[in-house]
């Protein structure tokens, strides 16, 4: 075998596994949202895909050092595709592990850490759900006031019915499949679906009367995992923006 054919076997074997890499990554979330595999196995495709990628990557940049060399640069394009590709796919999952060493492992957060607004109608979805429906306790709300301190309720000069009335239109602005709304209570009761895994995120919204206006709690848990990653915290942070920006 000659070198330049020895060179495009290797460089061929890269480029297909970065691609291997990038499919394994691009199915590993929408199989788990369309209940193709459990959750779980989405999760190791995703580890795989990164070692496939670091793997093509590593080989593709041995192949375009070796072409530029020696004179191959027929091979420096596909060289450079496949080093793009498993980066891409090795350094999706480096940037998740990264930003999780600041994220605490916790999937139940609260803009009322004291007495945070409790489920009722979504009880009967929970009730398998290895997540428990009630609040932790004090090692989560300690948790959440050192990672997401900006986590408030939306205090306002509304009246309940008003409140009630913008927090249920920003839930549906906001994508939320809502499964119990009383005004009398003001009480609202959604479901998320995540975009990437399809996990089941449960929301409670709780409105009630102050001396001036109302205020506006809201809890957001996940029904799976030790780690929400940040999630439920955002979609608090974002809909209290959309409450305060609405009109």
């Not at 074997?13 to 788990?32: D, E, H, K, N």
């Not at 990557?57 to 496949?82: K, T, W």
């Not at 809502?178 to 449960?202: C, P, R, V």
Request: charged letters at 15%.
């Amino acid at each position: 075998m000659t070198e330049n054919s020895g060179g495009s076997f290797l460089l061929s074997l890269g480029f297909w596994l970065a691609l291997l890499s990038v499919i394994a990554l691009a199915i590993s979330g929408p199989g788990s949202r369309l209940g193709l595999w459990n959750f779980r196995f989405g999760f190791t495709l995703m580890r795989y895909s990164a070692m496939l990628g670091l793997v093509a990557a590593l080989i593709c940049i041995v192949i375009l050092f070796v072409s530029l060399r020696s004179g191959f640069s027929s091979l420096a394009v596909l060289a450079i595709a496949g080093i793009v590709i498993g980066l891409f796919t090795f350094g999706n999952l480096a940037l998740i592990a990264i930003n999780s060493k600041h994220i605490p492992r916790i999937n139940d957060i609260t803009t009322d850490i004291k007495n945070p607004p409790q489920f009722a109608a979504l009880l009967q979805f929970r009730k398998n759900a290895p997540v428990p429906s009630m609040y932790p306790g004090p090692d989560t709300a300690a948790n959440q006031l050192q990672a997401y301190p900006g986590i408030k309720p939306f205090v306002s000069g509304l009246s309940t019915g008003d409140a009630f009335d913008r927090a249920l239109k920003t839930g549906v602005k906001m994508g939320w499949k809502i499964l119990d709304s009383n005004m009398a209570d003001g009480h609202i009761e959604a479901t998320d679906t995540t975009f990437w895994y399809g996990f089941k995120d449960d929301i409670v919204i709780r409105i009630m009367p102050t001396k001036t206006g109302s205020i506006v709690d809201m809890r957001s848990t996940s029904r799976v995992g030790k780690s929400d990653f940040g999630t439920n915290a955002k979609r608090i942070l974002k809909f209290m923006k959309l409450m305060a920006e609405s009109h």
